[in-house]
């Protein structure tokens, strides 16, 4: 299906373990884009890319890493997890207007 | 650092009313994009709006842009209970096609 998709819709994981969520498009957007979604926050950018192999620090890119080594595929990795990284996370691209992926719900224990 | 505005961050009113929501927005910019969100989903877009003057309807929704004024307004007319849901504001900073929210704002429409 055409669009904007996110692995894994929900995750739980213990504080210090590694965790990836992918993000993958298939409209060849150049630009993508991390949010988390917070209470009392509204959206927050963590990462951004304009291409393949651009990325760049949003407002809050501690305790993240990014890659992009493909257009369609823009993962996020928590390299150490924290219970403060217990979020909602969108993954969106752009066009006209950046369009959002169904999220994936991280809890950290 | 770009500072965008919604108000108020909270709003019910009754079926059938009209209410305005308003986004102010610290810095230069003409383009301005409205979202919607409905619990536990993901952010759907509404509105694009990329110039002083621009505006859009869809239904019971109108959203404006006055550069000027750094404000953007959704007008809802004649609430019905479909609309409950929390609209965010946007507003591109020019820098790497980075998008600023606003806090959001929370809509309950009241049969």
């Known amino acids: 299906d055409a669009g904007i998709t996110q692995s894994p819709r929900y995750k739980i994981t213990e504080t210090g373990r590694q965790v990836t969520l992918m993000c993958h498009q298939t409209?060849?957007?150049?630009?993508m884009f991390w949010y988390r979604q917070d209470l009392g926050h509204g959206l927050r950018l963590i990462y951004y890319?304009?291409?393949?192999?651009?990325?760049d620090k949003g407002e809050v890119p501690d305790g993240y890493v990014v890659s992009r080594s493909k257009t369609e595929n823009f993962p996020l990795t928590l390299e150490s997890a924290t219970r403060s990284q217990t979020s909602v996370y969108f993954c969106?691209?752009?066009?006209?207007?950046?369009?959002f992926g169904p999220g994936t719900r991280l809890t950290v224990l | 650092e770009l500072k965008v505005e919604q108000n108020p961050l909270f709003l019910s009113m009754q079926e059938g009313k009209n209410y305005t929501i308003y986004c102010n927005y610290s810095?230069?910019?003409?383009?301005l994009y409205w979202y919607r969100q409905d619990p536990g989903k993901s952010l759907e877009s509404l509105f694009v709006?990329?110039?002083?003057?621009a505006v859009k309807q869809e239904g019971r929704l109108m959203a404006s842009l006055d550069t000027k004024a750094r404000l953007s307004t959704l007008h809802i007319t004649a609430a019905v209970h479909d609309l409950s849901a929390t609209y965010f504001c946007?507003?591109?900073?020019?820098?790497?096609?980075?998008?600023?929210f606003g806090t959001g704002t929370s809509l309950t429409v009241i049969p």
């Open positions: 709006l990329l110039s002083n003057g």
């Open positions: 890319s304009a291409a393949a192999d651009i990325t």
């Open positions: 409209w060849s957007h150049s630009y």
């Open positions: 810095t230069t910019s003409d383009r």
């Open positions: 946007a507003v591109d900073a020019f820098t790497g096609n980075q998008f600023y």
């Open positions: 969106a691209s752009s066009y006209d207007t950046q369009y």
